[in-house]
């Protein structure tokens, strides 16, 4: 089958469309013809070496796909399967996503809403599950929060708006975005948008609360945040940490987490055991699925590619220009 493969790790030259073994799908594993996958972040850092797949997970790019069942493994087909050869899925993967099959357990595995296209589909996975767990679920997200979300356009943080929105409309969400991209996010009904090339977004967070501070923070950059997103957060906020986009060590003043009784939370979906994501996803399409079925989310997506062309995927999001998702299409 095609696929994405690597002749080293580093820049997007690496990337080449290879010839490799169709995978075959085990216990409680679904194999999936792939339709279409997406580019995420993390991609780009397993391309440069610094991301590897878990264990026992495909070496292959991508961790999501969406397209149709091909077959099923042990377990999954004798099991109350609820997928059957030829329904349209969509799925988490560990690794995987950038060729024309890719296997999924079967608990990470969703029927498409009927709504939907596969490119849309191919975009839910890994930022609306990560937006999802992270800022609702682990940061115990209420009705009535204030979040601040971090990251323009991006995809996780386009799932994070429209994921904060739709299950609690009377949140208040502020968003931080580069100069090009503040009235798109404007756009997406957010409450407030912080222009984080020109405005110091601690300074801003204190006037808009009046000096309150936000419940929750979504981050991705890591290090180079730490000491802004503390000052911004309310007395019992909660942080969480996604991503290290702006370094890995800071300095942290302990007294004024402790006194205010502030949470910071690390968390990656990948990495998590094959039960926990399952749970997490059964979470997942119970709460939020319904609001892509009823039209109330839909994936943004910015550009789309044929498989063939992923460099140029990686390129585009490594420029920054994309809004929403990139999407890989496979003819
Ligand atoms: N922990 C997990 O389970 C998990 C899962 C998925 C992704 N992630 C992480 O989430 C992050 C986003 O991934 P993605 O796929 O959504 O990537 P993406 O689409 O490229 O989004 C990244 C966004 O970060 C914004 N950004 C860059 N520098 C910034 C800064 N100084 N302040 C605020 N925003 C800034 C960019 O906005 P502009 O273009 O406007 O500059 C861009 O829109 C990555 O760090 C990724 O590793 C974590």
Avoid: W
């Amino acid at each position: 089958m095609k696929a994405i493969s690597l002749k080293g790790f580093g820049g997007v030259e690496n990337l080449f469309l290879d010839d490799i073994e169709k995978p075959v799908p085990g216990p409680d594993q679904i194999l999936i013809k792939v339709h279409a996958s997406s580019v995420n972040r993390p991609d780009i850092v397993q391309r440069e070496g610094n991301y590897p797949p878990p264990k026992g997970d495909s070496e292959v790019l991508g961790l999501e796909v969406a397209g149709t069942v091909e077959a099923l493994g042990d377990g999954a087909s004798d099991g109350p399967s609820r997928h059957r050869v030829g329904d349209r899925v969509f799925a988490l993967v560990g690794g995987g996503g950038y060729a024309e099959y890719a296997v999924a357990y079967e608990g990470h595995v969703m029927p498409i809403p009927e709504n939907l296209s596969f490119a849309q589909a191919a975009c839910i996975c890994e930022t609306y599950i990560t937006a999802y767990l992270n800022a609702v679920v682990l940061a115990e997200a209420k009705a009535e929060d204030t979040f601040l979300l971090h990251g323009g356009g991006g995809g996780v943080n386009t799932a994070s708006i429209q994921v904060c929105k739709a299950l609690f409309p009377e949140s208040t969400v502020i968003v931080t975005a580069s100069s090009g991209k503040v009235e798109r996010v404007k756009a997406l009904g957010v409450d407030h948008v912080i222009d984080y090339k020109t405005q110091s977004f601690a300074d801003e967070i204190k006037t808009l609360t009046g000096g309150r501070g936000v419940d929750v923070i979504l981050d991705h950059i890591g290090a180079a945040y730490l000491k802004d997103n503390m000052k911004c957060l309310a007395l019992s906020g909660r942080l969480v940490i996604i991503g290290l986009m702006g370094g890995i060590k800071a300095e942290l003043n302990l007294a004024t987490m402790m006194v205010k009784r502030q949470k910071i939370i690390g968390s990656v979906l990948r990495s998590r055991p094959v039960p926990e994501k399952s749970a997490i996803i059964a979470d997942f399409e119970s709460t939020v699925m319904p609001f892509f079925a009823n039209g109330t989310i839909a994936p943004l997506i910015s550009d789309v590619f044929p498989l063939s062309q992923a460099a140029d995927a990686h390129r585009a999001m490594e420029q920054g220009t994309h809004f929403g998702k990139i999407v890989l299409e496979f003819q």
